[in-house]
């Protein structure tokens, strides 16, 4: 997904401010993206480890939450295949309603011509008309005559054609139907196949809690998750400084404060720094919305992190310049990865319950220097 974007849209930022921090060709970029990807995967690999039964809970939970965001993202596909062919069947009925429709009305015109047409040919004051070579109206009503003439024959083309066209339409709108039953079978079984994959995980939720508490407390384990994440930032922000930064024409994050909009249209069910435990508190905050829904980046940036994370599910960070950062926890599904460039109001991923939450939720935060920032303060 990153590929030539990434080494167009850092040309272009070369063209237009005449300075970069390194001249990286898209091959060195590709590269280091790669090389980012794998370092990455190992410290996640290592924050993610423990020992004994608890490592083989992690294993699995972390499992089926990436098996839970692949059927997800297969359900968000077929939804949108879907109602892709339930338009088309719409369109196609409208106009097979409007070919009806206009049929119909020059069907009644070719009848009021035939009679016309009868009428002419039996009319006997019309025919000593026609019988007068010279006469002006000869030639008048010989040249209404020929006129009726063509428009009749063209109107019984036309109708020929739309007959024909309205049996086309006809024959396209069943195949679509049968397209859409076929969809919409498919995605039944998907959805019901992200049920049983969710209803399990809960299981291997509960069974993890357990195993934990035989040997810390909420707290130690809260702590460890925090710790967890703060290495992940400080290793990111390290390995970022090898690529090449790029605004384009957006503004600077700083100046955004107060202006962007949250990443998802719900109600704040955690505020920062308010107690999580008995000695931890939240670094960002937690915004509750319905399962799926759509998560929106809340700015322009470059995807650092798009993965699991014990403690915080499919977890994606967004790096956007100058130190800042804005992370989005206990995803569903996850459409981003790590390097690509992401637009503002892009959708990065979907609202999940993934890590250690049970309630649908997004988790927020925005870091300057690895360190959180109050969100409430820079979104809207």
């Known amino acids: 997904m990153f590929k030539l974007s990434l080494f167009f849209l850092f040309t272009y930022s070369l063209a237009v401010f005449g300075q970069s921090d390194s001249s990286q060709s898209e091959a060195e970029i590709e590269k280091n993206i790669g090389l980012i990807q794998k370092k990455l995967t190992v410290l996640k690999n290592k924050l993610n480890s423990a020992y004994g039964q608890e490592q083989l809970i992690i294993t699995k939970l972390e499992e089926q939450d990436k098996a839970i965001s692949t059927v997800s993202k297969q359900v968000d ?31 009644d015109q070719i009848v009021k011509l035939l009679k016309l047409q009868v009428y002419i040919n039996h009319d006997k004051t019309l025919r000593m008309l026609l019988a007068n070579q010279k006469s002006a ?12 003439q063509n428009k009749l024959y063209n109107l019984i083309k036309e109708v020929a054609e739309k007959i024909a066209q309205l049996k086309t339409l006809k024959q396209d709108q069943v195949v679509l139907q049968e397209k859409e ?29 357990t195993e934990i508490a035989k040997h810390e407390t909420e707290s130690e384990n809260l702590n460890k998750d925090q ?51 008995e ?44 130190g800042y950062m804005s992370l989005y926890g206990f995803n569903e599904s996850i459409n981003v990865e790590v390097g690509d460039w992401v637009n503002e109001r892009q959708i990065i991923a979907s609202i999940g ?17 690895a360190k959180p920032l109050n969100p409430k303060s820079w979104v809207k």
């Open 353 to 369: 319950n993934s890590g250690t939450i049970a309630t649908p939720a997004v988790y927020f935060e925005v870091r300057k220097d």
């Open 77 to 107: 596909i077929s939804t949108q295949l879907l109602n892709d062919i339930t338009n088309q069947i719409e369109t196609i009925q409208t106009d097979i309603i409007s070919n009806t429709k206009s049929i119909e009305e020059q069907k």
């Open 137 to 148: 109206s000869n030639i008048t009503t010989k040249h209404q005559i020929k006129y009726l």
């Open 279 to 322: 000695n931890t508190r939240w670094n960002g905050v937690v915004i509750k919305a319905d399962l799926g829904q759509s998560i929106q980046a809340i700015a322009y940036g470059r995807v650092a992190f798009a993965d699991w994370l014990r403690g915080f599910g499919m977890l994606i960070i967004l790096d956007h310049q100058d």
């Open 181 to 209: 039953n076929q969809h919409k079978i498919e995605l039944t079984n998907q959805q019901s196949q992200l049920l049983n994959q969710r209803k399990q995980r809960l299981v291997t939720l509960k069974q993890l809690k």
């Open 227 to 277: 710790m967890r994440l703060q290495e992940l930032l400080d290793e990111i922000q390290v390995l970022l400084s090898d690529l090449p930064k790029d605004l384009g024409l957006n503004k600077p994050f700083k100046q955004l404060k107060g202006l962007m909009k949250k990443p998802v249209d719900g109600s704040y069910i955690r505020s920062f720094n308010s107690k999580r435990s």
